[in-house]
């Protein structure tokens, strides 16, 4: 279904159930205490047992009913020793003065999963019992909305329909019209307008790649006039170039000591040819590397380079490279530099012209105005929300100006790095591009994001380990509501976007929005395949 035929189909609800049901249906509900969830599982799941009341008392939330809060409820638990069975359940509730309360288990057994739940009612006893079965644990999600939509409805069961006599005009309103989506093209409308869909004709789908690559870039380094792609995953750098059957990769680079991180192409000593600059790291260190085409070959010209690397471009003006430190005890740090190609080494040319924020490193940035004043500082916090920073009236810094209500971007491209002692520290989020283009040709700038919708737990994992779908959305700044309103949307896509940029790639003169798409993330066995996807985008 297309995003605009959700919102009419969602319209159309709303406004019958508001006609239908009478306002006392719709009065405050009940108090309901969520207990701490009992999880009976292999391994490490006490991340699973702490999301799960939070879960539940967000969706049951969004129904008549008061949620008591989850710590509340625990510490009654707690302060009471009570046993999760009705009677511990019934003596929390009435020390939280509830009138319900729900308790339950979580079961997960090889790829199967069940969940059990009781609901309580302290002022009658009774108690409700509800069951489901999911598959994997990506499941829980679907059960956990399924418990919650389940205990609404025991709650607050839909009033009996009235009957209307033949004869018998309704008194209900009935609208007009509703909005119909609006039709889609050959490939089902790809680009998806806020107000309308238009047709986006497919260019091409590469074939699939064994493993998860995690980031790309575009650039013509053997100046036939094309564009080659090149891909990066763990330690595999591909090339590839654009052919009529789609794509095709033509040369592949391993280095197992190392781990890619990022890719970025540009002619930084302006001799008139590219490079591309690998950001790797290797033991907890930067060692990066430059890959060139010289003599009929593509080649890694300089490696072991220490800065994580960025083609940098503020406000539209030309880029630049910069670089940033990396240390193992605390990940990236200092200040970004401007660096300069010379020969076949990097030289520190001076400091970039931008200080960026605590928290914010050399890939998770955009420098542009997006509201139309001064330069400022689009950013993914570490929640995926995104924060607008602007500069600080009195001179030097910056202030937080913005953050959305939804989230954005999503990535499972993590930076490992070791402790002095070899093991692993806790691995940092590479969120991965996001840029700001004039796409309609107004003359203020978008800000074009990705979004990859979780898997397994969602956002209530600190770390999402899968994504179901992704897609990207065009946002410009509404000067009137003080926040961002979106432009379009592509389609979504099953899988995970990992990275996309929007170019000229096959030099055709049209714009295309060009995806790095991962699939299998949400699967417990099998192989993770990349593909590119690539679609015209017409405004």
Do not use: C
């Given at each position: 279904?297309?995003?605009?035929?959700?919102?009419?189909?969602?319209?159309?609800?709303?406004?019958?159930?508001?006609?239908?049901?009478?306002?006392?249906?719709?009065?405050?509900?009940e108090?309901?205490?969520?207990?701490?969830?009992k999880?009976?599982?292999?391994?490490?799941?006490?991340?699973?047992?702490?999301?799960?009341?939070?879960?539940?008392?967000?969706?049951?939330?969004?129904?008549?009913?008061?949620?008591?809060?989850?710590?509340?409820?625990?510490?009654?638990?707690?302060?009471?020793?009570?046993?999760?069975?009705?009677?511990?359940a019934?003596?929390?509730?009435?020390?939280?003065?509830?009138?319900?309360?729900?308790?339950?288990?979580?079961?997960?057994f090889?790829?199967?999963?069940?969940?059990?739940?009781?609901?309580?009612?302290?002022?009658?006893?009774?108690?409700?019992?509800?069951?489901s079965?999911?598959t994997?644990i990506?499941?829980?999600?679907?059960?956990?909305d399924?418990?919650?939509?389940?205990?609404?409805?025991?709650?607050?069961?839909?009033?009996?329909?009235?009957?209307?006599?033949?004869?018998?005009?309704a008194t209900?309103?009935?609208?007009?019209?509703?909005?119909?989506?609006?039709?889609?093209?050959k490939?089902?409308?790809?680009?998806?307008?806020?107000d309308?869909?238009?047709?986006?004709?497919?260019?091409?789908?590469?074939?699939?790649?064994?493993?998860?690559f995690?980031?790309?870039?575009?650039?013509?380094?053997?100046?036939?006039?094309?564009?080659?792609?090149?891909?990066?995953?763990?330690?595999?750098?591909a090339?590839?170039?654009?052919?009529?059957?789609?794509?095709?990769?033509?040369?592949?680079?391993?280095?197992?000591?190392?781990?890619?991180?990022?890719v970025?192409?540009?002619d930084?000593?302006?001799?008139?040819a590219?490079?591309?600059?690998?950001?790797?790291?290797?033991?907890?260190?930067?060692?990066?590397?430059?890959?060139?085409?010289?003599?009929?070959?593509?080649?890694?010209?300089?490696?072991?380079?220490?800065?994580?690397?960025r083609?940098?471009?503020v406000?539209?003006?030309?880029?630049?490279?910069?670089?940033?430190?990396?240390r193992?005890?605390?990940?990236?740090f200092?200040?970004l530099k401007?660096?300069?190609?010379?020969?076949?080494?990097l030289?520190?040319?001076?400091?970039?012209?931008?200080?960026?924020?605590?928290n914010?490193?050399?890939?998770?940035?955009?420098?542009?105005?997006?509201t139309g004043?001064?330069?400022?500082?689009a950013?993914?916090?570490?929640?995926?929300?995104?924060?607008?920073?602007?500069?600080?009236?009195?001179?030097?810094?910056?202030?937080?100006?913005?953050?959305?209500?939804?989230?954005?971007?999503?990535?499972?491209?993590?930076?490992?790095?070791?402790?002095?002692?070899?093991?692993?520290?806790?691995?940092?989020?590479?969120?991965?591009?996001?840029?700001?283009?004039?796409?309609?040709?107004?003359?203020?700038?978008?800000?074009?994001?990705?979004?990859?919708?979780?898997?397994?737990?969602g956002?209530?994992?600190?770390?999402?380990?899968?994504?179901?779908?992704?897609?990207?959305?065009?946002?410009?700044?509404?000067?009137?509501?003080?926040?961002?309103?979106?432009?379009?949307?592509?389609?979504?896509?099953?899988?995970?976007?990992?990275?996309?940029?929007?170019?000229?790639?096959?030099?055709?003169?049209?714009?295309?929005?060009?995806?790095?798409v991962?699939t299998?993330t949400?699967?417990?066995?099998?192989?993770?395949?990349?593909?590119?996807?690539?679609?015209?985008?017409?405004?």
């Amino acid at each position: 279904m297309s995003f605009i035929k959700r919102l009419s189909v969602a319209a159309a609800a709303a406004f019958l159930f508001v006609s239908f049901f009478p306002a006392s249906a719709m009065s405050a509900g009940e108090k309901i205490a969520v207990l701490p969830w009992k999880v009976n599982a292999s391994g490490d799941v006490d991340y699973i047992r702490a999301a799960m009341p939070d879960m539940l008392a967000t969706r049951l939330g969004q129904g008549r009913s008061e949620i008591i809060r989850p710590d509340q409820a625990g510490r009654a638990v707690t302060d009471k020793k009570a046993e999760l069975n009705d009677a511990g359940a019934f003596e929390a509730g009435k020390t939280l003065k509830a009138d319900y309360v729900l308790y339950g288990s979580l079961t997960i057994f090889g790829n199967a999963v069940s969940m059990d739940a009781r609901l309580i009612n302290i002022n009658t006893g009774d108690a409700a019992p509800f069951a489901s079965k999911g598959t994997g644990i990506e499941s829980i999600i679907g059960l956990v909305d399924k418990l919650s939509t389940d205990v609404n409805s025991h709650l607050n069961p839909p009033p009996a329909p009235v009957a209307v006599q033949p004869g018998v005009p309704a008194t209900v309103a009935i609208p007009a019209a509703i909005p119909a989506p609006a039709a889609a093209g050959k490939d089902g409308g790809f680009i998806i307008k806020a107000d309308k869909s238009k047709e986006q004709p497919v260019l091409w789908k590469g074939r699939d790649i064994d493993g998860m690559f995690v980031a790309m870039t575009a650039a013509d380094l053997d100046k036939d006039g094309v564009k080659e792609l090149f891909l990066i995953s763990g330690n595999v750098l591909a090339i590839a170039k654009y052919s009529a059957d789609g794509m095709e990769v033509i040369k592949e680079i391993k280095d197992s000591r190392s781990q890619n991180i990022a890719v970025t192409s540009i002619d930084s000593d302006n001799d008139g040819a590219i490079e591309v600059y690998v950001s790797r790291v290797s033991g907890g260190k930067p060692a990066s590397a430059m890959l060139e085409y010289k003599g009929g070959a593509y080649s890694i010209t300089a490696s072991n380079i220490d800065w994580m690397l960025r083609a940098v471009s503020v406000d539209g003006k030309e880029p630049v490279l910069v670089g940033q430190r990396l240390r193992t005890i605390d990940g990236f740090f200092g200040d970004l530099k401007k660096l300069r190609k010379e020969g076949d080494v990097l030289k520190e040319v001076s400091s970039f012209e931008v200080e960026l924020p605590k928290n914010v490193n050399i890939f998770g940035f955009e420098a542009f105005s997006l509201t139309g004043g001064a330069t400022e500082l689009a950013t993914l916090d570490s929640r995926q929300y995104l924060t607008l920073y602007s500069p600080k009236s009195e001179g030097r810094g910056w202030a937080q100006s913005y953050k959305s209500a939804d989230y954005f971007g999503g990535t499972l491209n993590l930076m490992k790095l070791r402790e002095a002692a070899g093991s692993e520290s806790a691995p940092i989020s590479i969120e991965g591009r996001f840029f700001s283009a004039d796409m309609d040709r107004d003359g203020k700038k978008e800000l074009i994001i990705k979004k990859n919708t979780p898997g397994g737990l969602g956002r209530s994992a600190d770390v999402p380990a899968s994504f179901k779908t992704g897609e990207i959305i065009s946002l410009s700044w509404d000067a009137v509501g003080g926040t961002t309103s979106e432009n379009w949307r592509t389609k979504q896509v099953e899988g995970y976007i990992s990275d996309f940029f929007i170019d000229d790639l096959d030099g055709d003169g049209n714009q295309e929005v060009t995806m790095l798409v991962v699939t299998g993330t949400e699967r417990l066995f099998g192989t993770l395949k990349s593909y590119i996807l690539s679609h015209r985008i017409s405004l």
